[in-house]
């Protein structure tokens, strides 16, 4: 099997390598080597897919004979983790970016075939030249063979799964974050093919658009996962630690979450070129660091996965990327140049121009805490690096700012805004935002927390705002169409899905702060040491810890404490949380000794009562000292009476009798480890049963944080908004297969007039600005439709578009889908 | 004033702005941050000033004292002699001897004393590391 699986990972490296060439032949356009080169790239992904399957065939099955799974998987690992454990490896996430990557190029590739003839041939190379690298990676780099096999006989078992890693978010966190690194190669592939080409027109963008919104959802959606699995598991309580590989992770997500906005000027405004195409680059090359960083070692980090074998290779990939992106940008300034020039201060685009600038600042600033110890030995000569209050200073002022404009964009038209409109719009939102201002001042001690307090009220402006927006919308569309309010709700967010969907994002973005806010602002964190019995008063909550309840297994020591929760006499919550000690799993099985139990991992499971007004946290450090000692004096005490020392109870000499031989005899080992381990069980029982007796004090970390379930709920909200903006929309399912380049641009300058009917039914554009726009847009509309009628072929890339005559006879006034006639 | 002029004048503002924030961070990342010290060049550090201390936690060396444990610390490479350290406060799940460590705090008579909640375990590196024990 694992012969088999180096020659089909083989195969796909020259799949990769000979789809990149020959797109590269297919430059000029030519049907036939494009065509070769995407069905090239369905083998690379049909591959890869083999040596997944046949990696996880082998977890699924214990084939220790390869290493990977011998040394991330057991025979005992829950059949659940054993398919996961593929990415806890090295080599094993290797093959996961290739995967994932497999699968987003031939998406994207199917998607664009009948598009961009021009761009796709170079999109594919440098996909494809990612894809090679990657996989080049395994076959040549040392150490990262996932099909490495180690001669000699099988081993029996694995060495397991570490225990801290067997929660259910390992199944989704890593491939999510993966998949949000790799699906950023899309957006990137397809910009540089429209630098090199010069088509730098947002035909790119339209194409590509789809995939940078996914990678951004991914990236979101496993950061949050990351935060909610530290919070439950590690112990810790916190879910953010600034620390370099959550940094990699958040870095590349808010520079991909510029593009969306910016992608956006361009789409409709034709502006902003050079920096969205160097906001794309950027988004990759984080990307790619944060690849590296995991993996390399060189900042001092929780979750530097050690081995360094791979970080020189990824580092050199980020410089031809960037030195090379940078070069081509730099030689096509001139066909970057803007179409248009911003109408207003006050438009929607200059607010998006406000947002990139405050999240590329904020990134800029993460990435200098980041690689702070390396700046400062470069400096310095030592290394020295930044806590988490240095990032909270910049970040906390900038991720307010943000959430502000969040609230003011989507209440801003395309162009320009006059007063009275404006007025009309921000009249609602602000007078919210006082009335939340003076509700916090006078009901809460949110005075003393001035940023939380600015995040609140700015939060209640933007989610006021975005509640508007919906209300507008729902009322103008049910004053021509009628029906219910909930019903006109629907159509209007299903009619507009790509706006009413990242306005959905948009409030799940500004719970998810008010959540992030109010749990670091006002939680109450606190170590009590009890004894069985005792109570204390925790925020209001009288904790009182009943009794412990030890449980030993083969596998861990499990020191559980009933705790119960009241208040005002009430109880609120009856918790067990426990610390867990694992023994060492793997290797040969030897005489584990009852002090193996405390080598291997320790874990929490937090006793956790979560609330829509706050959660009640708690996770115990019980003193084992007393254990240990007891431990101890077990194992010498065994060993005594295996070695038959004088005065040792008779049962021992059976014991050492069967020791010897077993020694002898093969056959016989079976039995007498098993009746070691039934007197060890005996043993590790008594030895619990005396520490329950005993009721020594526990200390114990206790949270109460307020709020801190918005933040999930924020997260879901926000998933559900990009969900629905990702949606197909109901044209493009049907004319999938017809769709050309000036179909493509036709319907976008429909949705153009379309948004700005919109936000003209809305009270946000002024009767004059809207006709003025209005006219500025047929106009535009009917020079696209001349062009489609002229040449049957669009701009002469698009194909066949002539052929279906729907372009033709279209008249701007035939406008599809209005929402509002007037 | 005419539209060429505005801008210029748009972007010198902005430029300046960018640039005061960006010696503001830079002074303040100088002054704010932590020396990372190896075990062995804590030893003839100045008491009293703070810093990062990494390095790998000696096995069976981890006992309690008081409210919080004491241990000592070895470089991550190389035979050093190890460094005593107290420290109160939350222990991270993946603490235990043979894991590297990083700890904020200061020398004492002899002893780093770590600050509370500033102890970062790295996760274990079952990937490659077979120093655990």
């Known amino acids: 099997m694992a012969s088999l699986g180096s020659v089909l990972l083989a195969l796909a490296f020259l799949a990769a390598v000979f789809a990149a060439v020959v797109a590269l032949a297919g430059r000029n356009g030519t049907r036939r080597w494009i065509d070769l080169s995407r069905r090239a790239v369905y083998g ?7 040596c997944v399957v046949i990696i996880e065939i082998a977890f699924a099955g214990n084939d220790f004979s390869f290493n990977i799974v011998q040394q991330h998987s057991s025979i005992e690992t829950p059949p659940f983790y054993k398919l996961a454990a593929m990415w806890s490896s090295q ?23 009948n598009k961009l003839r021009e761009i796709v041939p170079w999109a594919t190379a440098v996909m494809m030249g990612v894809a090679a690298f990657f996989t080049g990676l395994m076959l040549f780099a040392p150490d990262v063979d996932p099909f490495a096999t180690t001669p000699g006989p099988t081993p029996a078992d694995g060495i ?17 974050l993966y998949s949000g690194y790799v699906a950023f190669t899309i957006p990137f592939a397809f910009a540089i093919g429209a630098l090199i080409t010069r088509y730098v027109d947002a035909e790119w963008i339209r194409s590509t658009r789809k995939f940078a919104l996914v990678a951004w959802t991914f990236l979101g959606f496993g950061l949050l996962l990351g935060a909610r699995w530290s919070y439950t598991e590690l112990g810790w309580g916190g879910y953010w630690a600034w620390d370099p590989v959550e940094n990699a992770a958040l870095m590349p997500w808010l520079l991909g979450t510029a593009f969306l906005h910016s992608i956006m000027v361009q789409e409709k405004r034709g502006m902003l070129k050079v920096w969205n195409a ?37 580092l050199a990939l980020i410089g031809v990327v960037v030195i090379g992106s940078t070069l081509l940008i730099v030689s096509r300034l001139d066909d970057l140049k803007s179409e248009k020039r911003i109408d207003s201060l006050i438009s929607r685009e200059s607010v998006f121009l406000i947002n990139n600038l405050l999240l590329v600042g904020l990134t800029l600033v993460i990435a200098w805490g980041t690689f702070f110890p390396l700046i400062s030995e470069l400096f310095t000569g030592s290394k020295a690096s930044l806590a988490a209050p240095w990032f909270d200073r910049y970040t906390t002022p900038l991720a307010i700012l943000l959430v502000l404009f969040t609230g003011i964009g989507p209440l801003l038209a395309w162009r320009r805004v006059t007063w009275a409109s404006a007025k009309r719009v921000f ?16 009901l809460s001690d949110a005075g003393h927390k001035p940023w939380a307090l600015f995040l609140f009220v700015f939060a209640a402006f933007a989610i006021s705002g975005l509640v508007q927006e919906f209300w507008i919308g729902a009322a103008a569309r049910r004053k021509t169409s009628g029906g219910s309010m909930a019903g006109a709700t629907v159509a209007v967010v299903a009619r507009n899905r790509r706006r009413y969907g990242g306005y959905i994002v948009h409030l799940g973005i500004a719970v998810i702060l008010i959540g992030i806010a109010a749990s670091s602002s006002f939680q109450t964190n606190r170590d009590v040491v009890l004894k069985p019995g005792e109570s204390t008063v925790v925020d209001g909550y009288t904790v009182t810890y009943v009794k412990p309840e030890v449980e030993v297994d083969s596998e861990k020591f499990t020191f559980a404490d009933r705790i119960r929760v009241e208040k005002d006499g009430k109880l609120v919550a009856s918790l067990r949380p426990s610390r867990r000690f694992f023994r060492p799993t793997g290797g040969e099985v030897s005489l584990g000794t009852l002090a193996s139990y405390f080598d291997g991992e320790a874990t929490s499971e937090v006793g956790l009562d979560a609330g829509v007004a706050r959660d009640f946290w708690i996770a115990p450090n019980p003193d084992i000292s007393g254990v240990m000692g007891r431990v101890r ?15 040792t109870p008779p049962q021992c000499e059976q014991l050492a009798g069967l020791m010897l031989a077993a020694r002898d005899n093969p056959r016989l080992q079976p039995a007498a480890l098993e009746t070691i381990g039934a007197l060890q069980a005996q043993s590790a029982e008594n030895i619990a049963r005396a520490y329950a007796s005993e009721r020594l004090p526990v200390t114990f970390k206790v949270i109460v944080n307020p709020l801190v379930t918005w933040m999930w709920i924020g997260g879901l909200i926000a998933l559900a908004g990009a969900l629905i903006a990702l949606w197909p929309s109901r044209g493009r399912r049907r004319g999938a297969l017809v769709r050309t380049e000036a179909d493509a641009l036709k319907e976008a300058k429909y949705r153009e007039i379309r948004d700005a009917e919109l936000d003209h039914a809305a009270g946000k554009l002024s009767d004059e600005d809207f006709a003025a726009i209005d006219a500025e847009l047929r106009r535009e509309a009917v020079e696209i439709l001349d062009k489609v009628g002229a040449n049957g072929s669009g701009n002469g890339r698009a194909n066949g578009s002539g052929a279906n005559g729907s372009a033709h006879g279209h008249t701007p006034d035939e406008k599809p889908e209005s929402v509002e006639r007037s | 004033m005419d539209p060429a002029r505005k801008r210029t004048i748009r972007l010198v503002v902005a430029l300046s702005v960018a640039v005061l924030l960006a010696v ?3 002074y303040t990342s100088f002054s704010a941050s932590t020396e990372a010290k190896e075990p062995s060049q804590l030893f003839s550090a100045a008491p009293g000033t703070t810093y990062d201390m990494t390095g790998r936690v000696v096995p069976g060396s981890i006992e309690k004292q008081g409210n919080g444990i004491a241990f000592r610390v070895e470089d991550r490479e190389g035979d ?37 909640e500033t102890l970062i375990t790295k996760c274990p590196s079952k990937f490659t590391t077979k120093s655990d024990g």
């Open chain 1, 160 to 176: 397991g799964l570490n225990p801290l890693l067997q929660h259910p978010s390992m199944m989704i966190h890593p491939p999510m």
């Open chain 1, 278 to 314: 160097c906001l794309v680059v950027a988004t990759f090359s984080m990307a790619l660091l944060g690849t590296f960083l995991v993996r390399s070692g060189v900042l001092q980090s929780i979750h530097a996965f050690g081995d360094n074998t791979v970080g020189p290779y990824i």
């Open chain 1, 44 to 50: 690379f992904c049909a591959l890869v897919t083999a």
């Open chain 2, 80 to 116: 050093s002699q190890s460094l005593p350290v107290t420290y109160t406060g939350t222990v991270p799940d993946p603490f235990r001897g043979g894991r590297e460590i990083v700890l904020t705090g200061a020398m004492e008579s002899g002893t780093f004393v770590g600050k509370p």
């Open chain 1, 427 to 442: 009249r609602l939102p602000l007078a919210v935002a006082a009335v939340t201002l003076a509700g916090l001042l006078i």
């Open chain 2, 24 to 26: 503001a961070l830079i």
């Open chain 1, 633 to 647: 004096r077990a194992d010498a005490a065994f060993a005594d009476c295996v070695r038959g020392a004088p005065g």
């Open chain 1, 91 to 113: 080599e094993g996430s290797l093959l996961l970016w290739a995967w994932v990557l497999s699968i987003a190029s031939s998406i994207a590739l199917y998607v664009t075939r």
